[in-house]
C-alpha cells in the first residue's frame, strides 16, 4: 500500500504549536476588540444550504464554493462566508429582535480558490456587523473596531489604511455616463477584478454584458478619479454619495482615526450584495492582499425573503494580517515567554517537583512540569526551546536545603525559592 500523504489536503490548514501563538494573538485581539465596542458574539453551522448561498449568485464566491449531497439528497455547501447565514439568522428572528444589533463571530470559511499568497482553501474570518442603522455611524464603527483589533495585535498605525469608496457614488457617475442601472452590479463585479485580470479581460466582461465602446471607456476613465474632490465635482454638488463619504471622513476625525482612512475609487469589492459605502484596508507598502475588507449591504435580508433592513458589516481573514505582522515584527514576535519550566535529577526530587508545580498553578501560573526525571542539560536545552519564561530545576541538594533556584530563561537572573 502507498504511504499517506502527511500533508493536509491542498490549501486546508494545520496549526502546529507555533502556529497557534499567531493565531491566538490575531483571535484574542478580534475578541478583545469587537467585545470593547459591545459587538455580541454569535456562531452558526459551517454547512449551509447550498440554495441559501447562490441566492446572491453572480459572483467569484458563488463558483468557489464547495458543496456536496448528503445522505438524502440535501444540497449542502462549507460556507464561504457568513454574510448570507447572519442574514437567515436575522431575518429568522426579524420581528423578535431589537435593532440595530451589532453581533460579531470568529468563523471557520472554505472557499475553493486558486492558492496564491495569502489565499487558502480554508481561513477564519471576524465578522463584524451592524444590522438595522441607516447612518455612517455604523460604517465608522465597525471601521473603527477593526483598526483597533489591528493595533491590539501590534500593528502600527501607520502601517495599515483603510481604502474607501461608495458603491452608490460609482451607480452616480455610470448614470451620467448613460449606463443604465441595470448593467451596474455587473460592472461592479468586472472592475473589482482590476489588477488582477488585463483591463482587456475586463473590457471584454463589460462588452459582454452589453456596454458599447464609448461606455467602456468611460467606465474606466472612473477609476482615474483620484480624489474625493475630483469625484464631488464629476457627481456633483447634491450628491448624496458624496455627502455620506464626507461625513464618514468628518466622523472618523472625532474617533481619531482619519490619518488611517482614505478615499479610493478603485475599492469595489467582488460580491454583489453590497449597495454603498465599501471599504478594504492594506497594508501601506501595498505587499499583501486586503487585510479586511466590507461595506453596506441593505438589500440582502430582502433577497433572501426577510424585511428590509440596512446592514453594514465587514470580513476580516486571519491568513494576511499574519503574513504582514510577520513582515512587520518578525517571524517569532507572536512567541511571548510566560509561566516557569519545573524539573528535577532523579525520582527522589519528583514529589518536590510536583508540590512546587501544584503550589505555583494554585497561585494562577503556568507551570509545565517535567514528567520524568532529566539531565540539567536537557532539562534546560528544552526549557529554553519552549515558551516558559523561567525554570527552575531541583537536584538531591535543594530537596536538602529546602530551597531552589528560579532562573530568568533570557536573562539568566536567579532568584531563590522556598520548596513547599
Ligand atoms: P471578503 O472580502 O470576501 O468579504 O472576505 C473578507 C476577508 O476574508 C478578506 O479581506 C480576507 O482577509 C479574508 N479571505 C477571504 N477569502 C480568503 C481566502 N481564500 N484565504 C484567506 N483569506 C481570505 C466577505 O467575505 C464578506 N462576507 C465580509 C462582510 C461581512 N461583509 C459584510 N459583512
Same mark, same amino acid.
Given at each position: 500500500?502507498?504511504?499517506?500523504?502527511?500533508? $493536509?489536503?491542498?490549501? *486546508?490548514?494545520?496549526?502546529?504549536?507555533?502556529?497557534?501563538?499567531?493565531?491566538?494573538?490575531?483571535?484574542?485581539?478580534?475578541?478583545?476588540?469587537?467585545?470593547?465596542?459591545?459587538?455580541?458574539?454569535?456562531?452558526?453551522?459551517?454547512?449551509?444550504?447550498?440554495?441559501?448561498?447562490?441566492?446572491?449568485?453572480?459572483?467569484?464566491?458563488?463558483?468557489? =464554493?464547495?458543496?456536496?449531497?448528503?445522505?438524502?439528497?440535501?444540497?449542502?455547501?462549507?460556507?464561504?462566508?457568513? &454574510?448570507?447565514?447572519?442574514?437567515?439568522?436575522?431575518?429568522?428572528?426579524?420581528?423578535?429582535? #431589537?435593532?440595530?444589533?451589532?453581533?460579531?463571530?470568529?468563523?471557520?470559511?472554505?472557499?475553493?480558490?486558486?492558492? #496564491?499568497?495569502? /489565499?487558502?482553501?480554508?481561513?477564519?474570518?471576524?465578522?463584524?456587523?451592524? %444590522?438595522?442603522?441607516?447612518?455612517?455611524?455604523?460604517?465608522?464603527?465597525? *471601521? !473603527?473596531?477593526?483598526? @483597533?483589533? +489591528?493595533?491590539?495585535?501590534?500593528?502600527?498605525?501607520?502601517?495599515?489604511? =483603510?481604502?474607501?469608496?461608495?458603491?452608490?457614488?460609482?451607480?452616480?457617475?455610470?448614470?451620467?455616463?448613460?449606463?443604465?442601472?441595470?448593467?451596474?452590479?455587473?460592472?461592479?463585479?468586472?472592475?473589482?477584478?482590476?489588477?488582477?485580470?488585463?483591463?482587456?479581460?475586463?473590457? &471584454? +466582461?463589460?462588452?459582454?454584458?452589453?456596454?458599447?465602446?464609448?461606455?467602456?471607456?468611460?467606465?474606466?476613465?472612473?477609476?482615474?478619479?483620484?480624489?474625493?474632490?475630483? !469625484?464631488?465635482?464629476?457627481?456633483?454638488?447634491?450628491?448624496?454619495? =458624496?455627502?455620506?463619504?464626507?461625513?464618514?471622513?468628518?466622523?472618523?476625525?472625532?474617533?481619531?482615526?482619519?490619518?488611517?482612512?482614505?478615499?479610493?475609487?478603485?475599492?469595489?469589492?467582488?460580491?454583489?450584495?453590497?449597495?454603498?459605502?465599501?471599504?478594504?484596508?492594506?497594508? &501601506?507598502?501595498?505587499?499583501?492582499?486586503?487585510?479586511?475588507?466590507?461595506?453596506?449591504?441593505?438589500? +440582502?435580508? @430582502?433577497?433572501?425573503?426577510?424585511?428590509? #433592513?440596512?446592514?453594514?458589516?465587514?470580513?476580516?481573514?486571519?491568513?494576511?494580517?499574519?503574513?504582514?505582522?510577520?513582515?512587520?515584527?518578525?517571524? &517569532?514576535?507572536?512567541?511571548?515567554?510566560?509561566?516557569? !519550566? =519545573?524539573?528535577?535529577?532523579?525520582?527522589?526530587?519528583?514529589?518536590?517537583?510536583?508540590?512546587? !508545580?501544584? #503550589? +505555583?498553578?494554585?497561585?494562577?501560573?503556568?507551570?509545565?512540569?517535567?514528567?520524568?526525571?532529566?539531565?540539567?542539560?536537557?532539562?534546560?536545552?528544552?526549557?529554553?526551546?519552549?515558551?516558559?519564561?523561567?525554570?527552575i530545576y %531541583?537536584? $538531591?541538594?535543594d530537596?536538602? /536545603?529546602?530551597t531552589a533556584k528560579r532562573k530568568?530563561?533570557?536573562?539568566?537572573?536567579e532568584t531563590e525559592i522556598?520548596?513547599?
Amino acid at each position: 500500500m502507498a504511504t499517506l500523504s502527511f500533508e $493536509p489536503p491542498r490549501g *486546508m490548514r494545520d496549526f502546529y504549536p507555533e502556529d497557534m501563538l499567531w493565531r491566538n494573538r490575531v483571535f484574542d485581539a478580534w475578541r478583545q476588540a469587537a467585545s470593547a465596542f459591545g459587538f455580541q458574539p454569535y456562531d452558526a453551522c459551517v454547512v449551509e444550504s447550498l440554495e441559501l448561498l447562490q441566492r446572491k449568485s453572480g459572483e467569484e464566491v458563488s463558483e468557489q =464554493i464547495y458543496h456536496f449531497e448528503d445522505k438524502s439528497g440535501r444540497q449542502l455547501a462549507l460556507r464561504p462566508e457568513m &454574510t448570507p447565514t447572519l442574514a437567515r439568522m436575522i431575518a429568522a428572528r426579524q420581528g423578535r429582535l #431589537t435593532f440595530p444589533v451589532k453581533w460579531f463571530a470568529v468563523a471557520q470559511c472554505f472557499r475553493y480558490e486558486r492558492m #496564491t499568497r495569502g /489565499r487558502k482553501r480554508e481561513h477564519y474570518q471576524l465578522n463584524l456587523d451592524i %444590522i438595522g442603522e441607516e447612518s455612517v455611524s455604523a460604517e465608522i464603527e465597525v *471601521m !473603527a473596531a477593526a483598526a @483597533t483589533a +489591528l493595533e491590539k495585535m501590534g500593528m502600527p498605525a501607520d502601517a495599515f489604511r =483603510i481604502h474607501v469608496n461608495n458603491r452608490a457614488l460609482l451607480s452616480e457617475l455610470l448614470d451620467k455616463s448613460g449606463i443604465a442601472a441595470a448593467h451596474h452590479p455587473a460592472v461592479f463585479l468586472a472592475l473589482d477584478k482590476r489588477g488582477k485580470i488585463p483591463d482587456e479581460a475586463i473590457a &471584454t +466582461l463589460l462588452r459582454e454584458e452589453g456596454l458599447d465602446e464609448t461606455a467602456i471607456a468611460k467606465t474606466f476613465e472612473l477609476l482615474a478619479v483620484e480624489t474625493l474632490d475630483q !469625484a464631488a465635482e464629476m457627481a456633483g454638488a447634491d450628491s448624496p454619495a =458624496i455627502a455620506r463619504l464626507r461625513e464618514l471622513f468628518t466622523l472618523a476625525k472625532v474617533y481619531g482615526i482619519e490619518d488611517r482612512l482614505l478615499f479610493d475609487i478603485a475599492v469595489i469589492r467582488g460580491l454583489s450584495y453590497y449597495t454603498g459605502i465599501v471599504f478594504e484596508a492594506f497594508d &501601506t507598502a501595498r505587499k499583501f492582499r486586503a487585510i479586511f475588507g466590507g461595506g453596506r449591504y441593505d438589500n +440582502l435580508l @430582502t433577497t433572501i425573503g426577510g424585511d428590509p #433592513t440596512p446592514a453594514v458589516g465587514l470580513g476580516f481573514g486571519d491568513v494576511v494580517v499574519v503574513e504582514v505582522l510577520k513582515d512587520l515584527l518578525g517571524e &517569532t514576535a507572536a512567541a511571548e515567554r510566560n509561566g516557569v !519550566a =519545573i524539573g528535577y535529577m532523579a525520582p527522589e526530587q519528583r514529589e518536590a517537583a510536583m508540590r512546587l !508545580a501544584k #503550589t +505555583l498553578r494554585d497561585a494562577g501560573e503556568t507551570v509545565d512540569l517535567s514528567l520524568g526525571k532529566q539531565k540539567p542539560k536537557a532539562f534546560f536545552s528544552r526549557a529554553n526551546a519552549g515558551t516558559c519564561a523561567d525554570a527552575i530545576y %531541583i537536584g $538531591p541538594d535543594d530537596v536538602t /536545603r529546602g530551597t531552589a533556584k528560579r532562573k530568568h530563561l533570557d536573562t539568566r537572573e536567579e532568584t531563590e525559592i522556598p520548596l513547599p
